[in-house]
Structure formats: structure tokens, C-alpha cells
Nanobody
Framework: QVKLVESGGGLVQAGGSLRLSCVAS????????MGWYRQAPGKKRELVAT???????NYADSVKGRFTISRDNAKSTVNLQMNSLKPEDTAVYYC?????????????WGQGTQVTVSS
């Protein structure tokens, strides 16, 4: 089994920055792709960014140029640096991981961390 634990959420003003981190534990040898999703109130959960085991990245159009995903395989962590935050970035952010090297329907989810951006 794989456990994902996020940290780093909080309240920030528009234009500010936050850095989310996710640490994987347990059967981490099962993990290949990792990523971040988010879910705003009343909306569906959506993909934010993904990163393969080799470091290839993919971003939602809404965050391109503002968010950067990275991972440290030695520490079993994935990070999301979020800059130039907007009120519409407000959501619960979830770390995700997959046994495949691309994420379509993640095998594992974290519990989520709240990000609130005030205008």
C-alpha cells in the first residue's frame, strides 16, 4: 500500500506564492507517475500538473507559466511551486500517484490540503 501526505497549503493574497509538498511512504516502489489535482467547491476534481519518473511534466493550461512541479525520487516527494496565485486557484489540492508512468486515473490519493487565495 502507498500513503501520500500533503503539506504546505494555506491562505495567501492574490499574486503571492505557496509551495505544496507530498511525501510518499509504504510500497513506494509501486509509484511511477506523480501529480497534483485540485477541487474547488461545487466543481469537479481537475488535473493541475503531472510528472513522470523520468521528470517529464504536463500542466493544465490554467496554470502554465505560474506553477512548477518537481520530484525527488530519493526522498519520494513531489512538490508544486505555485506563483502569481489567483483567487480562482482556491481549492483543495490533492497529491496523486500511479503505478503507470502516466496518470489517467490515479491509483493513490492523498487526503488533500486547502489553498485559499484572497483577492
Amino acid at each position: 500500500q502507498v500513503k501520500l501526505v500533503e503539506s504546505g497549503g494555506g491562505l495567501v493574497q492574490a499574486g503571492g506564492s505557496l509551495r505544496l509538498s507530498c511525501v510518499a511512504s509504504g510500497s513506494i516502489f509501486l509509484i511511477n507517475a506523480m501529480g497534483w489535482y485540485r477541487q474547488a467547491p461545487g466543481k469537479k476534481r481537475e488535473l493541475v500538473a503531472t510528472i513522470t519518473s523520468g521528470g517529464s511534466t504536463n500542466y493544465a493550461d490554467s496554470v502554465k507559466g505560474r506553477f512548477t512541479i518537481s520530484r525527488d525520487n530519493a526522498k519520494s516527494t513531489v512538490n508544486l511551486q505555485m506563483n502569481s496565485l489567483k483567487p480562482e486557484d482556491t481549492a483543495v489540492y490533492y497529491c496523486a500517484a500511479d503505478q503507470r508512468d502516466s496518470i489517467v486515473y490515479p491509483d493513490y490519493w492523498g487526503q488533500g490540503t486547502q489553498v485559499t487565495v484572497s483577492s
